[in-house]
């Protein structure tokens, strides 16, 4: 007679280890008052596809592959491990409850396989091997699926905070605008006008970057409304006024060519203050800061460099992500008044507009942000475009 596999095992007695699953959730505290059916959620379905995936051949590669949480998925959509993470992650379960309850599955499976067989059966060991790595497929599933609510969930809070703050943050900055035009404040009254103002604005240049980081993490684009622009004209501008917030640096500005075009001056000017300030911060205090821009036949280049300590190779592969600066904490960021996010944004701005950033640091040339920027928009239209999305 031949022997009952592993992966026969558990769809025979499916029932026995359901109850044992269920009983295990129940004593999670975000479990209360589920019914049967919550608490089982998708173990069924979970177990019968390790069960058919016990009963396929395996190649090395495949085996290989499995232990890196990359084996095959059966069937198309969202696989049961991933619709069931997705639930306790609304449920209020916690990662570490998600995982605990695989552990525990595996824990059952094996204690009840083992009361069938005998430790002589190598047949079984093996099985019991392939039991564990048909497993850790599911499992990472779900902790990939649950990571990414999380991390979706975090995204919408955080621009829903971002969303709601513009309006109390406008009536401070419209009630200190009110006093500051008011002509018989004292010196200290006007000095503490003052520092409402700065700060109400820095606060508003924060929500405003929190929101187009949030938009573009959650795969929407940044609106783009173009409209004709000379960069020459607007790079001038933003570099003077740099300049005077920033008394103690040099900056220098340099333009060639033709630099007319089809862009939003409104972000090109954000994307050009994130990178001057980006070098201001970095780079050494006695050496200016240049920015150049340099007009070609369908393309202008935007640049902005500074001197100073180069970035390290790790830290170049990761620095258009957000709060990635490896020497900066996200306090030193508020500190500096921003939240780390400004490279971020600027890369988003240059592919919105058709466009893209680099960044080349070396020892001898400095550091160089290059921005490469399309005369007209890449799809053909004009006016408001809706740019790309970030994921």
Not at 36 to 63: G, K, N
Not at 265 to 274: C, D, K, T, Y
Request: proline share 4%; net charge negative; charged share 25%.
């Amino acid at each position: 007679m031949p022997r009952t596999t592993l992966g026969e095992f558990i769809v025979s007695n499916m029932e026995t280890i359901l109850e044992e699953w269920e009983r295990y959730a129940a004593g999670i505290p975000e479990a209360a008052g589920m019914d049967t059916q919550t608490l089982r959620d998708h173990a069924e379905q979970i177990l019968q596809t390790i069960a058919r995936d016990m009963a396929l051949p395996q190649s090395t590669e495949q085996q290989e592959a499995k232990s890196k949480g990359h084996g095959p998925r059966l069937g198309k959509g969202d696989t049961p491990a991933e619709e069931h993470a997705g639930g306790r992650q609304r449920e209020g379960f916690g990662l570490i409850d998600l995982v605990s309850e695989y552990r525990a599955l595996r824990a059952s499976v094996l204690r009840l396989w083992a009361e069938e067989v005998t430790s002589a059966d190598q047949d079984a060991v093996d099985e019991m091997t392939r039991f564990n790595e048909a497993i850790d497929q599911p499992l990472s599933e779900s902790v990939g699926r649950y990571s990414a609510q999380l991390d979706r969930s975090r995204e919408l809070f955080l621009g829903v905070l971002g969303h709601d703050l513009r309006n109390p943050l406008s009536a401070v900055l419209n009630a200190a605008q009110y006093l500051q035009n008011t002509i018989d404040l004292t010196a200290g009254q006007s000095k503490s006008v003052a520092v409402i103002l700065r700060s109400g604005l820095r606060l508003r240049s924060m929500v405003s970057d929190l929101l187009d980081v949030t938009r573009t993490r959650l795969g929407q684009s940044l609106p783009i409304d173009r409209k004709q622009v000379n960069l020459n004209t607007m790079c001038q501008e933003m570099v003077e006024e740099a300049q005077a917030h920033h008394p103690e640096h040099t900056l220098r500005w340099r333009a060639t060519g033709e630099l007319s075009g089809s862009w939003d001056a409104a972000r090109l000017g954000q994307m050009l203050s994130n990178l001057v300030e980006n070098a201001i911060r970095h780079g050494a205090q006695d050496k200016p800061v240049t920015v150049s821009a340099d007009g070609e036949a369908e393309v202008v280049t935007l640049c902005v460099h500074n001197e100073g300590i180069p970035i390290p190779e790790p830290a170049l592969r990761r620095i258009f992500e957000p709060l990635t600066q490896e020497e900066e904490s996200p306090a030193d960021h508020l500190q500096a008044g921003g939240l780390g996010l400004g490279l971020y944004i600027a890369r988003a701005i240059a592919e919105a507009h058709g466009g893209s950033i680099e960044v080349q640091s070396l020892q001898d040339a400095g550091t160089t942000f290059t921005a490469r920027l399309p005369r007209k928009n890449p799809s053909g239209e004009g006016g408001r475009s809706s740019g790309t999305s970030l994921q």
